[in-house]
C-alpha cells in the first residue's frame, strides 16, 4: 500500500476536527456536545483518507 502527504485542506479540517473535539471534552461548547468522541474520530478517519488515497 502506497501512502500520499493528504493536502493541506484534509490536514488542516482534520485537525481542527480533532481540536474541536478534544476542547469539547473539556469544556462546554454548546454547538458540539456530546459529539467530542465522534469529531476526533472523524478527523483520524478523514487523516486516514487523505493519507490512503492519492490527491485527497
Given at each position: ?37 465522534w ?18
Amino acid at each position: 500500500m502506497k501512502l500520499s502527504p493528504p493536502t493541506k485542506i484534509v490536514f488542516w479540517l482534520s485537525t481542527i476536527l480533532g481540536v474541536l473535539g478534544i476542547i469539547g471534552n473539556f469544556v462546554a461548547l454548546p454547538l458540539i456536545g456530546g459529539y467530542e468522541f465522534w469529531l476526533v474520530a472523524a478527523g483520524f478517519v478523514l487523516l486516514w483518507l487523505g493519507n490512503a488515497l492519492k490527491g485527497f
